[in-house]
């Protein structure tokens, strides 16, 4: 780590031996290696609150990653992407008088009857140009579709 070589820790010793002498050099050395032993907790702490750090920042990231999900409508999404002009949805839309240029259905009978009215059936026509009585045509009837049938429903957990 430091890049010291046997020769500059034997240069070290020789130092240490002269100055402190050898009564004291053990007590030295033990001191010495408390401070070391110190100094590696006090890097490990740190690099602990560090990767700490580092851990909440990507939980915050992905806390607001998962907010950002949650708060988007993917209906508006899905719309934009799919039709973004809106001419889709524009062309399934059904007011009250039903799809644009259609006539409305309240006006489909009623014309219908005045066409048959206004027009004489085509044996009757027949007959009256030859002088014969003519049969009087069926009246027409309406087909009405029936009603949906009831869906049959089981009770869920909620209703139970």
């Known amino acids: 780590m430091f890049d010291i070589a046997w020769s500059e820790l ?8 002269v100055v402190i ?3 004291d050099l053990p007590k030295a050395i033990f001191t ?6 110190k100094a590696r907790v006090v890097a ?3 690099q602990t609150h560090i990767d700490d750090m580092m851990r909440e920042t990507e939980l ?12 988007m409508n993917i209906k508006k999404m899905m719309e934009d992407t799919i039709d973004p002009k809106g001419e ?3 062309a399934f ?5 039903g799809h644009p240029g259609s006539p409305p259905e309240g006006d489909a009978d009623t014309t219908a009857a005045t ?5 004489p059936a085509p044996a009757t026509a027949l007959a009256a140009a030859e002088g014969t009585p003519a049969a009087i045509p069926a009246p027409t009837t309406t087909v009405s579709t029936p009603a949906p049938a009831p869906v049959a429903t089981t009770p869920t957990d909620k209703q139970a």
């Open 10 to 17: 034997m240069l070290i010793a020789v130092v240490a031996l």
């Open 21 to 23: 002498g050898p009564k």
């Open 32 to 37: 010495l290696g408390k401070w070391v032993r």
């Open 44 to 46: 490990r702490e740190f």
């Open 60 to 71: 915050d990231e992905l806390r607001r990653e998962a907010l950002k999900t949650r708060d």
């Open 88 to 90: 889709v949805s524009k």
């Open 93 to 97: 839309e059904v007011d009250l008088n």
């Open 115 to 119: 066409t048959s009215a206004s027009a």
